[in-house]
């Protein structure tokens, strides 16, 4: 099984736009709560792929500015790379749109990719988190921006006076 360690304490509502993508053709681990892209497999269908491999271009902020055109939304079930599945095998997703009812509590760190605990207001927004050893964004992690084409999700409402750990947020878009 893969090592799904951030949902030890994720919460959360699948909200009523889900959907279904075809597993890639080279296996991956996916975890419930991993930022999901497509891409075309060789018989032209679209297929999940995990936001970490999405292509760096340029800076930081043109790469989630990038991503975010193509985010398809987030998985709901985890697929295990050591699997053999059958043919009809897919990976269940949330579909990335405003008002699906889909909230997810995710960690939240710094632009260098540390944790990093903070306070917001409902309606923060919040952006795809980057990896801090290397030029890959994160599939599972959030941090804050105020930078209106990067925002992906909102917060659902605010952290009170202390510093939070994690955010409950919904899509954005």
């Excluded at 409402?157 to 899509?171: I, N, R």
Aim: glycine share 6%; hydrophobic share 40%; aromatic share 8%.
């Amino acid at each position: 099984m893969p090592r799904c360690l951030q949902n030890l304490d994720a919460h959360g509502e699948y909200g009523n736009e889900i959907r279904a993508m075809e597993l890639p053709e080279t296996l991956v681990d996916i975890c419930e709560g991993d930022f999901l892209i497509s891409t075309t497999n060789s018989d032209s269908e679209k297929c999940a792929k995990l936001l970490s491999g999405f292509t760096w271009d340029t800076n930081l902020a043109t790469t989630r500015v990038a991503a975010l055109a193509v985010f398809e939304g987030v998985a709901l079930t985890q697929v295990d790379n050591t699997t053999c599945f059958d043919n009809d095998a897919k990976v269940a997703y949330a579909k990335n749109r405003k008002g699906t009812g889909f909230q997810r509590s995710y960690e939240i760190v710094d632009d260098a990719g540390a944790a990093a605990p903070t306070t917001w207001v409902e309606g923060q927004g919040f952006t795809f988190a980057k990896n801090p050893s290397s030029n890959a964004l994160v599939n599972n992690k959030i941090v804050k921006t105020s930078t209106a084409n990067q925002i992906v999700f909102r917060a659902v409402k605010s952290s009170g006076p202390d510093s939070q750990t994690h955010a409950l947020v919904e899509f954005a878009n």
